[in-house]
């Protein structure tokens, strides 16, 4: 079993819709869950990260995680056309991540809004 | 500020060839990392340098695959006898570790696109 599992896609969606991106993960002491966009040919940014269990919200995005079913999810609200990238949940491998060290990445999901 | 650069940006080779990537960390980032992206995947990781400390290697698929950094600074992937499974973007990271609770946040380059005949 792969420590995060993301499904693929791609996932298209209308102007407008509710997007809904998850992704489990194997490993229960994970604390850290980081959520990048990365757009065709570039490099992945940071959208937003949370801390253990609950919720955190950024203008249109909202990061979730429960941890007591390893399911890590991503809502974007009122989606644009701008919003088309792929997008990859990832945990730090290490349990004491302000020292440093690899990331685990999922699949990466595609994400295509449609104007 | 300057972000991570990463060169060449496209890189066609021959099978069997040695192939160099480099990568130019963010200023006053300790830490560098390699990752590597299948087409349609998630990224796998390399390598990781931190400081003075002995690198993390656990990620390199094969002896043909090596990595140098100098100081803090520059970072070179080399990957020897090239195969076309190699093909793939091989994405650079840094980071400051600044310790203490606070997320440290890895900025990526642009990636460097290997395309092995």
């Known amino acids: 079993q792969k420590e995060v599992e993301q499904d693929p896609g791609p996932l298209s969606v209308p102007e407008g819709a509710i997007v809904s991106l998850n992704c489990t993960y194997s490993?229960?002491?994970?604390?850290?869950f980081m959520w990048y966009r990365q757009y065709s040919r570039k490099g992945p940014e940071l959208l937003m990260y949370t801390y253990s269990s609950g919720n955190k919200e950024d203008g249109r995005f909202t990061a979730q995680v429960d941890k007591s079913s390893k399911y890590i999810s991503l809502f974007i609200r009122d989606s644009q056309p701008s919003d088309s990238a792929t997008y990859l949940c990832?945990?730090?491998?290490?349990?004491?991540?302000?020292?440093?060290?690899?990331?685990?990445f999922g699949q990466g999901t595609e994400l295509s809004v449609k104007p | 500020g300057a972000g991570v650069s990463q060169s060449p940006s496209n890189k066609v080779t021959e099978k069997g060839k040695d192939v160099e990537l480099r990568c130019d960390p963010i200023?006053?980032?300790?830490?560098l990392y390699w990752y590597r992206q299948r087409l349609g995947q998630g990224l796998e990781f390399l390598i990781y340098f931190q400081g003075n400390s002995a690198p993390d290697k656990s990620g390199l698929p094969s002896d043909r695959f090596s990595a140098e950094r100098t100081g803090e600074s520059v970072s070179t992937l080399t990957i020897q006898r090239t195969q076309q499974e190699d093909s793939a973007v091989y994405l650079c990271?840094?980071?400051?570790?600044?310790?203490?609770?606070?997320?440290?946040?890895?900025?990526f380059g642009p990636g460097t696109r290997l395309t092995v005949l």
């Open positions: 490993n229960s002491a994970f604390q850290y």
């Open positions: 990832a945990v730090p491998f290490s349990m004491i991540y302000n020292q440093g060290g690899k990331l685990i």
């Open positions: 200023s006053g980032h300790t830490a």
């Open positions: 990271a840094s980071n400051q570790i600044a310790g203490g609770s606070s997320y440290n946040e890895q900025f």
